[in-house]
T-cell receptor, first 112, second 113 residues
Framework: EAQVTQNPRYLITVTGKKLTVTCSQNMNHEYMSWYRQDPGLGLRQIYYSMNVEVTDKGDVPEGYKVSRKEKRNFPLILESPSPNQTSLYFC???????????FGSGTRLTVV | GDSVTQMEGPVTLSEEAFLTINCTYTATGYPSLFWYVQYPGEGLQLLLKATKADDKGSNKGFEATYRKETTSFHLEKGSVQVSDSAVYFCALSDTGTASKLTFGTGTRLQVML
């Protein structure tokens, strides 16, 4: 089944403890992207990648890192999480020439 | 910059009622427009899209027409069902920033029996 898989689905962590949210897609998509969803703000792009080893900042990149060493994987790294990074995170992917992204099921992160 | 404005929710309707969720946009280029739906506890699913002016996107009884003159992409359905209860997001992808979707804030729809 064609899909974007994120792990974990739920995560509670403490301030300052490094964490990684994994994202993997099995559709051979070139583009991958991370969004965070917050009430009243909709979804905002954190980082995106147009292909292996090509990444760039989105609208709200502060406090996040990403890497794209393989086409299928695009992990989101929080080196030192803070409570304002408590949010619902979505990974998404698409082909270069396609319209619209395919989204994962989301990761609900709570930083205490 | 690009932006999308959606009507505030929640929208509460009785089953079989007519639905309209308003969406207007601001973009510098010639955007493609989308409606995504998010069911409780799930990720976003593409509901429909339109890539140029006067295009009509449709899916599962939902429709939206790309109106360049009013910069709008309103979502409509003639007869809603309880199973349509979800959050609906309007979004655009601009030709200048093709890597990114710009989303509205979402509109929660609740359909009652």
């Amino acid at each position: 089944e064609a899909q974007v898989t994120q792990n974990p689905r739920y995560l509670i962590t403490v301030t300052g403890k490094k964490l990684t949210v994994t994202c993997s897609q099995n559709m051979n998509h070139e583009y991958m992207s991370w969004y965070r969803q917050d009430p009243g703000l909709g979804l905002r792009q954190i980082y995106y990648s147009m292909n292996v080893e090509v990444t760039d900042k989105g609208d709200v990149p502060e406090g996040y890192k990403v890497s794209r060493k393989e086409k299928r994987n695009f992990p989101l790294i929080l080196e030192s999480p803070s409570p304002n990074q408590t949010s619902l995170y979505f990974c998404a992917s698409r082909f270069r020439g396609a319209e619209g992204y395919t989204f994962g099921s989301g990761t609900r992160l709570t930083v205490v | 910059g690009d932006s999308v404005t959606q009507m505030e929710g929640p929208v509460t309707l009785s089953e079989e009622a007519f639905l309209t969720i308003n969406c207007t946009y601001t973009a510098t280029g010639y955007p493609s427009l989308f409606w995504y739906v998010q069911y409780p506890g799930e990720g976003l699913q593409l509901l429909l899209k339109a890539t140029k002016a006067d295009d009509k996107g449709s899916n599962k009884g939902f429709e939206a027409t790309y109106r360049k003159e009013t910069t709008s992409f309103h979502l409509e359905k003639g007869s809603v069902q309880v199973s349509d209860s979800a959050v609906y997001f309007c979004a655009l992808s601009d030709t200048g920033t093709a890597s990114k979707l710009t989303f509205g804030t979402g509109t929660r729809l609740q359909v009652m029996l």
